[in-house]
């Protein structure tokens, strides 16, 4: 899959809507997930995780949701700004794998004024 | 600032070449971790080594390699170069070694190979 190349599928917002990107993950036996941001000419940012026994999680102006019976995460982000501009990956591991996570393509989210 | 710092930050070198990327981490940090991000392979986990000890290896060639020093600093090999390793090479630190230890990135080496 992509990741920050120029074919990433993309999500456009307007500033203040609520964005909400999607992941496919791959492995049923994952427990354990991570969304990071990556802005341009920078290097992945944790954002919000969650475990498997979980299907919600809420941090500040972000959630992410789990359904393990369809294995797809989703990341919700409130009131959009300007700064939310990135490219947004899904992780996916297990325990006993220490940081071997496995990435998502990622999408590239674009908020408009 | 994410307190990882890698060197260089761009590098171009030519095929069959070997090239060195420095990762040092965040102070106190133990682990650090090494990964591949090219447009048809996305972001790609290489290897971790927590405390000089490799504790897990992830889709790093044969021809690549890594290390942790005593002061806790890191070097990725890269040998034999292709055009295909042309990628951003990342480093990152956290403080445990565990999944669900956050690990912070620095801003990244981008190797062009020619």
């Known amino acids: 899959g992509e990741s920050v190349g120029l074919h990433l599928p993309t999500l456009s917002v307007q500033e203040g809507d609520n964005s909400i990107i999607n992941c496919a993950y791959s492995n049923s036996a994952s427990d354990y997930f991570i969304w990071y941001k990556q802005e341009s000419g920078k290097g992945p940012q944790f954002i919000i995780d969650i475990r498997s026994n979980m299907d919600k999680r809420q941090g500040q102006r972000v959630t992410v949701l789990l359904n393990k019976t369809v294995k797809h995460l989703s990341l919700q982000i409130a009131a959009t700004q300007p700064g939310d501009s990135a490219v947004y990956f899904c992780a996916e591991n297990r325990e006993g794998y220490g940081q071997n996570f496995v990435f998502g393509p990622g999408t590239r989210l674009s908020v408009l004024p | 600032d994410s307190g990882v710092t890698q060197t260089p930050k761009h590098l171009i070198t030519a095929t069959g070449q070997r090239v060195t990327l420095r990762c040092s981490p965040r102070s106190g940090d133990l682990s650090v971790y090494w990964y591949q991000q090219s447009l048809d392979q996305g972001l790609q986990f290489l290897i971790q080594?927590?405390?000089?000890?490799?504790?897990a290896k992830g889709n790093i060639l044969e021809r690549f390699s890594a290390q942790q020093f005593p002061d806790l600093h890191s070097e990725l090999n890269l040998s034999s170069l292709e055009l295909g390793d042309s990628a951003l090479y990342f480093c990152?630190?956290?403080?445990?070694?565990?999944?669900?230890?956050?690990?912070?990135f620095g801003q990244g080496t981008r190797l062009t190979v020619v």
């Open positions: 990152a630190s956290s403080v445990g070694g565990g999944m669900n230890t956050e690990a912070f």
């Open positions: 080594y927590y405390n000089g000890e490799e504790r």
